[in-house]
């Protein structure tokens, strides 16, 4: 029988600071019933100065690893856009801080879909044998990127990370990775973007508030597209899978905003209480999104043992994809 990645780990890990819609409302021109009714966030958690998305990745990936038994990985995959420094890339600390010594680890970056693009990876390198168990963690600190008083991106996003283990398993056992598809549109760069820092426009020291160093987004144009894209490649995977609308017991996506979730889940023919969503306690956290929000479905009890799942996400660059799997008897270890 051929062989496949079996999902047997699951870890979550926030920050501790909680920053409200108030705590927002005393710092810029808006308020908790603006943010509240445009993207159904309430409060957000954001790392305190000298946290990392390194050190969140460290907190999140020894979880998934205590909840898959302690076994070390052979492989190491961290997605994240805001890595630690530029260069070198943070998946290879954080390696060594959990102890997994000479193991090949890397960052990747698909932004929102960084999950995805990681689980799509792992299950790769698991079915043609060139590992046998992957740490796989989604994580990212966006506060650190978004400018201070901008309203349009900072009430949205939050910091946290997510953890997954793959071991590599048998097609017809719980926790087994069904289809899955990606996709990207290099056309869209300029929807979801940090303009400055890069090789193309680097960092100027003579001029510290530098035009494009921040986090920008184009709301309405990212709102249109992502409710196709992730609607469209979610549809493939269900197809793919041999499921029908109502065999889906659980939808997990990328917890981006409230209506995109409504809107994604009414094409997919899915009643929003089918729907993971927890974005209202920690806002969007990016590639930490998907894993998060599974990890808070086990401990709500939306999210069982053999439910037939499917993911979705939608990110910079721009990117998307989808996954289905069969939920495992996994026990989480959250934050």
């Given at each position: 029988?051929?062989?496949?990645?079996v999902?047997?780990?699951?870890?979550?890990?926030?920050?501790?600071?909680?920053?409200t819609?108030?705590?927002?409302?005393?710092?810029?021109?808006t308020?908790d019933?603006?943010?509240s009714?445009?993207?159904?966030?309430?409060?957000?958690?954001?790392?305190?100065?000298?946290?990392?998305?390194?050190?969140?990745?460290?907190?999140?990936?020894?979880?998934?690893?205590?909840s898959?038994g302690?076994?070390?990985?052979?492989?190491?995959?961290?997605?994240?856009?805001?890595?630690?420094?530029?260069?070198?890339?943070?998946?290879?600390?954080?390696?060594?801080?959990?102890?997994?010594?000479?193991?090949?680890?890397?960052?990747?970056?698909?932004?929102?879909?960084?999950f995805?693009?990681?689980?799509?990876?792992?299950?790769?390198?698991?079915?043609?044998?060139?590992?046998?168990r992957?740490?796989?963690?989604?994580?990212?600190?966006?506060?650190?990127?978004?400018?201070?008083?901008?309203?349009?991106?900072?009430?949205?996003?939050?910091?946290?990370?997510?953890?997954?283990v793959?071991?590599?398993?048998?097609?017809?056992e719980?926790?087994?990775?069904?289809?899955?598809?990606?996709?990207?549109?290099?056309?869209?760069?300029?929807?979801?973007?940090v303009q400055?820092?890069?090789?193309?426009?680097?960092?100027?020291?003579?001029?510290?508030?530098?035009?494009?160093?921040?986090?920008t987004?184009?709301?309405?144009?990212?709102?249109?597209?992502?409710?196709?894209?992730?609607?469209?490649?979610?549809?493939?995977?269900?197809?793919?899978?041999?499921?029908?609308?109502?065999?889906?017991?659980?939808?997990?996506?990328?917890?981006?905003?409230?209506?995109?979730?409504?809107?994604?889940?009414?094409?997919?023919?899915?009643?929003?209480?089918?729907?993971?969503?927890?974005?209202?306690?920690?806002?969007?956290?990016?590639?930490?999104?998907?894993?998060?929000?599974?990890?808070?479905?086990?401990a709500?009890?939306q999210?069982?043992?053999?439910h037939?799942?499917?993911?979705?996400?939608?990110?910079?660059?721009?990117?998307?994809?989808a996954?289905?799997?069969t939920?495992?008897?996994?026990?989480?270890?959250?934050?």
């Open positions: 029988m051929q062989k496949c990645a999902l047997c780990g699951l870890g979550a890990y926030l920050p501790e600071k909680v920053v819609n108030d705590d927002l409302a005393k710092i810029m021109d308020t019933e603006w943010i009714s445009r993207t159904g966030i309430r409060e957000r958690r954001v790392v305190e100065p000298g946290i990392s998305t390194g050190d969140l990745a460290v907190q999140a990936g020894a979880r998934a690893l205590k898959a302690g076994e070390p990985v052979d492989l190491v995959i961290l997605a994240t856009s805001t890595p630690d420094h530029p260069c070198p890339a943070t998946a290879p600390s954080v390696a060594h801080r959990l102890g997994l010594l000479d193991t090949p680890a890397w960052d990747l970056s698909a932004v929102c879909s960084g995805l693009y990681g689980l799509t990876a792992a299950s790769s390198f698991i079915a043609a044998g060139n590992a046998r992957v740490l796989l963690i989604g994580a990212d600190a966006f506060s650190t990127i978004l400018a201070p008083a901008d309203r349009g991106t900072r009430p949205i996003f939050g910091d946290g990370a997510g953890a997954v793959l071991r590599r398993g048998d097609p017809d719980p926790g087994a990775l069904g289809p899955s598809a990606l996709g990207s549109d290099g056309s869209l760069r300029e929807l979801i973007t400055a820092g890069g090789s193309k426009e680097p960092l100027d020291p003579a001029h510290p508030e530098q035009e494009g160093r921040y986090f987004m184009q709301g309405r144009s990212v709102f249109r597209h992502a409710v196709g894209r992730m609607t469209a490649v979610a549809a493939e995977v269900r197809e793919r899978a041999g499921w029908r609308p109502e065999d889906v017991d659980c939808l997990v996506a990328h917890q981006a905003n409230r209506r995109i979730l409504q809107a994604v889940a009414e094409r997919l023919a899915l009643p929003m209480e089918r729907c993971a969503l927890h974005l209202d306690r920690v806002g969007n956290t990016a590639a930490a999104s998907i894993p998060l929000a599974m990890a808070d479905a086990v709500g009890g999210l069982k043992p053999g037939r799942v499917l993911l979705t996400a939608y990110g910079g660059g721009a990117t998307w994809g996954a289905a799997l939920w495992p008897s996994v026990t989480p270890q959250p934050d």
